[in-house]
């Protein structure tokens, strides 16, 4: 770490180590390999020659292992055949500023050293952190920042210096998902495409390395959004990811819901029900958008699709009046109004809201009506009403056929620019029976999105496009302008597969997993929405996150997907629609979870499912 650009250890939103250089002997070891070791861990190999009778040949090999918790250690080999004696220098710096700073480009100067114990410390008015060594150094030099060991190697023989780094008062960083209480299973799987296998693997240990306990209640947890600038709860992204990774059982949904629950608004007042988050920029388009909004209403969303999934009926009661509440408030919003607006006066009415908003409608009123609660029949009425008004208001007729407009203007106008967050009308939610809810597209109009989804214009052989590419202000590295953003992809594979779209939904399918490849599996909440080429790879967004949770997520979406599990544990059946067309060839899953038991299944070449394991009583159909 140089302390250039967004290098560095944060902690609590702050960089508490900028700078970690290493010279042996005097020099900088030559680096060989840089890699993510796993979704906690980064390895560093770099190799040295200690004298220049040694030939071209190193004989010396440098490993340097960073871990997320604030651990780096530093071991040296020696391969040469005679012992050797080796000064090893650390070089250590920090600017202790905050992510917003760094974001920005306006961190300030290195902060002075001082000698603190086996290791250095800087302070600041907003805190303080230090570095302390395993051994202790021979030499400590705070104006240089700088700690210094000699290191005697035999031949064949290894040594290591350890480093943690933490601000003060702060305790060990411990992974939850490291624990025997981690509420994923541990699934797994095979088939034709290697790449499955790696990616499904690779997912799961992602959300195990985000996983935060809630500190007033240590038995519930929630995904961090992702490192390293989302290292916190965001509500509407830890719903998303948690409704994605159901088939590894619902503890995770529960967790999730149980800490939102705890932090809703409650009162008198327009806002009362509200899942409280975040402004998020919205793209070139439209103004920043409230992921409040969005929080509030995938809470009932989840809780009803935990439900069919396996939540059990106690669970499921605990967590029923916080969802009341917030189908409450979608009502009260409303009002007369056909459409659900932006929180803030004089916001566009959006259609990605719409489409969030008729979701949870559709799935609340049927939660409402299994635990015999009151209002889903209100709740129906207005999504009924919803759907002509939207078909006639959003949609946009032009000479391809026509598309749904982004949005409507204060004054009326549509904002008519393509970008990914028109999949969201294609994720409709799950409802008893193994059946879809029905969408605010009518049959032509999905149709036509579908098409639109699966062109160039969209599809940027990787993988969705934020924006089209045909769009004035089309940017490929455009977080909302244009990049591939995993989330949006993986839910237009899964909504194209059920709307019966296979051809555009394999497409996108096939472009993410080849570009997981270049990530070594680990999926980036983004990347640059750049044409794929003959013999090109995708091109890494500098300010995304990774590991994170929504494309962890998605990565159990995308291939679990290829199954079409549509459970309804309450009703004791599970439904089976697989992708007929097998666009990666067989595939199995095994370790799943439905009705709280394993659940293994698999779909052959020929696109027929076969289940390998299911709860006892648990009806299959197809």
Same mark, same amino acid.
């Given at each position: 770490m140089t302390g250039q650009g967004l290098e560095g250890f944060y902690r609590g939103g702050r960089r508490v180590l900028s700078r970690c250089e290493i010279r042996v002997g005097g020099r900088e070891p030559l680096?060989?390999?840089?890699?993510?070791?796993?979704?906690?861990?980064?390895?560093?190999?770099?190799?040295?020659?200690?004298?220049?009778?040694?030939? #071209?040949?190193?004989?010396?090999v440098v490993e340097r292992n960073r871990f997320a918790d604030g651990t780096e250690r530093i071991t040296l080999h020696n391969a040469a055949p005679r012992p050797v004696r080796l000064p090893v220098e650390v070089v250590l710096g920090t600017d202790l500023a905050d992510l917003g700073s760094i974001a920005s480009g306006t961190a300030g100067p290195e902060l002075p050293a001082s000698v603190c114990g086996s290791g250095l410390r800087w302070s600041s008015p907003t805190g303080n952190a230090s570095v302390t060594a395993e051994p202790p150094p021979s030499d400590a030099l705070a104006s240089a920042g700088l700690l210094r060991w000699e290191l005697d190697l035999p031949p064949g023989g290894s040594r290591s210096v350890e480093l943690r780094v933490r601000p003060d008062g702060a305790g060990p960083v411990r992974a939850v998902g490291r624990a025997a209480t981690s509420p994923l299973a541990a699934a797994s799987a095979e088939g034709d495409d290697p790449g499955v296998s790696a990616l499904l693997r690779t997912s799961i240990e992602d959300l195990q390395a985000l996983l935060l306990r809630d500190s007033a209640n240590p038995a519930d947890t929630h995904l961090a959004a992702g490192a390293p600038w989302r290292c916190g709860l965001a509500p509407a992204d830890a719903l998303v990811a948690a409704r994605m990774a159901l088939p590894l059982g619902t503890g995770l949904a529960a967790g999730t819901l149980r800490i939102l629950a705890r932090t809703q608004l409650t009162g008198?007042?327009?806002?009362?029900?509200?899942? #409280?988050?975040?402004?998020?920029?919205?793209?070139?388009?439209? #103004?920043?958008? $409230?992921?409040?909004?969005?929080?509030?209403?995938?809470?009932?969303?989840l809780l009803a699709e935990a439900r069919r999934w396996g939540l059990g009926?106690?669970?499921?009661?605990?967590?029923?009046?916080?969802a009341e509440r917030c189908l409450?408030?979608?009502?009260?919003?409303?009002?007369?109004?056909?459409?659900?607006?932006? #929180?803030?006066?004089?916001?566009?009415?959006? $259609?990605?809201?719409?489409?969030?908003?008729?979701?949870a409608a559709l799935?609340?009123?049927?939660?409402?009506?299994? $635990?015999?609660?009151?209002?889903?029949?209100?709740?129906?009425?207005?999504?009924?009403?919803?759907?002509?008004?939207?078909?006639?208001?959003?949609?946009?007729?032009?000479?391809?056929?026509?598309r749904p407009a982004a949005a409507r203007a204060p004054d009326g106008r549509p904002?008519?620019?393509?970008?990914?967050?028109?999949?969201?009308?294609?994720?409709?939610?799950?409802?008893?029976?193994?059946?879809?809810?029905?969408?605010?597209?009518?049959?032509?109009?999905?149709?036509?999105?579908?098409?639109?989804?699966?062109?160039?214009?969209?599809?940027?052989?990787?993988?969705?496009?934020?924006?089209?590419?045909?769009?004035?202000?089309f940017n490929p590295f455009g977080h909302r302008a244009g990049a591939v953003r995993i989330q949006e992809?993986?839910? +237009?594979?899964?909504?194209?597969?059920?709307?019966?779209?296979?051809?555009?939904?394999?497409?996108l399918l096939r472009g993410v997993l080849e570009a997981a490849e270049s990530f070594a599996h680990r999926l980036p909440e983004m990347y640059a929405g750049e044409q794929r080429t003959e013999g090109s790879a995708p091109l890494p967004h500098p300010a995304a996150c990774r590991p994170a949770a929504t494309p962890a997520g998605a990565g159990i979406l995308l291939l679990t997907t290829l199954a079409g599990i549509r459970p309804d544990a309450p009703a004791g059946t599970v439904t089976l629609r697989p992708v007929r067309s097998a666009p990666l060839g067989e595939v199995?899953?095994?370790?799943?979870?439905?009705?709280? +038991?394993?659940?293994?299944?698999?779909?052959?070449?020929?696109?027929?499912?076969?289940?390998?394991?299911?709860?006892?009583?648990?009806?299959?159909?197809?």
């Amino acid at each position: 770490m140089t302390g250039q650009g967004l290098e560095g250890f944060y902690r609590g939103g702050r960089r508490v180590l900028s700078r970690c250089e290493i010279r042996v002997g005097g020099r900088e070891p030559l680096a060989v390999q840089a890699r993510m070791a796993s979704a906690d861990r980064a390895r560093f190999v770099g190799t040295l020659r200690t004298s220049p009778q040694a030939g #071209p040949d190193p004989d010396v090999v440098v490993e340097r292992n960073r871990f997320a918790d604030g651990t780096e250690r530093i071991t040296l080999h020696n391969a040469a055949p005679r012992p050797v004696r080796l000064p090893v220098e650390v070089v250590l710096g920090t600017d202790l500023a905050d992510l917003g700073s760094i974001a920005s480009g306006t961190a300030g100067p290195e902060l002075p050293a001082s000698v603190c114990g086996s290791g250095l410390r800087w302070s600041s008015p907003t805190g303080n952190a230090s570095v302390t060594a395993e051994p202790p150094p021979s030499d400590a030099l705070a104006s240089a920042g700088l700690l210094r060991w000699e290191l005697d190697l035999p031949p064949g023989g290894s040594r290591s210096v350890e480093l943690r780094v933490r601000p003060d008062g702060a305790g060990p960083v411990r992974a939850v998902g490291r624990a025997a209480t981690s509420p994923l299973a541990a699934a797994s799987a095979e088939g034709d495409d290697p790449g499955v296998s790696a990616l499904l693997r690779t997912s799961i240990e992602d959300l195990q390395a985000l996983l935060l306990r809630d500190s007033a209640n240590p038995a519930d947890t929630h995904l961090a959004a992702g490192a390293p600038w989302r290292c916190g709860l965001a509500p509407a992204d830890a719903l998303v990811a948690a409704r994605m990774a159901l088939p590894l059982g619902t503890g995770l949904a529960a967790g999730t819901l149980r800490i939102l629950a705890r932090t809703q608004l409650t009162g008198p007042g327009p806002q009362s029900g509200m899942i #409280p988050g975040p402004r998020r920029d919205a793209g070139p388009y439209l #103004p920043p958008q $409230c992921t409040g909004t969005e929080a509030t209403l995938l809470f009932p969303v989840l809780l009803a699709e935990a439900r069919r999934w396996g939540l059990g009926e106690q669970e499921t009661e605990e967590l029923l009046p916080a969802a009341e509440r917030c189908l409450t408030w979608l009502r009260t919003t409303v009002g007369d109004s056909t459409y659900l607006g932006d #929180p803030h006066p004089g916001g566009p009415i959006r $259609c990605e809201t719409q489409a969030h908003a008729h979701r949870a409608a559709l799935l609340g009123a049927e939660l409402l009506d299994a $635990c015999g609660r009151t209002g889903g029949a209100a709740l129906r009425e207005w999504a009924q009403a919803l759907r002509p008004a939207f078909r006639e208001d959003f949609w946009l007729d032009d000479r391809g056929g026509g598309r749904p407009a982004a949005a409507r203007a204060p004054d009326g106008r549509p904002v008519p620019h393509l970008g990914a967050s028109a999949v969201h009308l294609l994720d409709t939610g799950l409802l008893g029976g193994g059946t879809v809810a029905p969408g605010l597209l009518d049959k032509v109009q999905t149709e036509k999105l579908a098409r639109l989804l699966g062109s160039p214009v969209m599809d940027s052989g990787w993988g969705l496009r934020g924006l089209g590419a045909k769009e004035p202000g089309f940017n490929p590295f455009g977080h909302r302008a244009g990049a591939v953003r995993i989330q949006e992809t993986a839910l +237009a594979v899964a909504g194209l597969a059920a709307a019966g779209y296979e051809k555009e939904a394999s497409s996108l399918l096939r472009g993410v997993l080849e570009a997981a490849e270049s990530f070594a599996h680990r999926l980036p909440e983004m990347y640059a929405g750049e044409q794929r080429t003959e013999g090109s790879a995708p091109l890494p967004h500098p300010a995304a996150c990774r590991p994170a949770a929504t494309p962890a997520g998605a990565g159990i979406l995308l291939l679990t997907t290829l199954a079409g599990i549509r459970p309804d544990a309450p009703a004791g059946t599970v439904t089976l629609r697989p992708v007929r067309s097998a666009p990666l060839g067989e595939v199995g899953f095994t370790g799943l979870r439905v009705a709280g +038991a394993p659940f293994s299944v698999r779909v052959s070449r020929l696109g027929l499912v076969m289940v390998e394991e299911a709860a006892d009583g648990l009806q299959l159909g197809a």
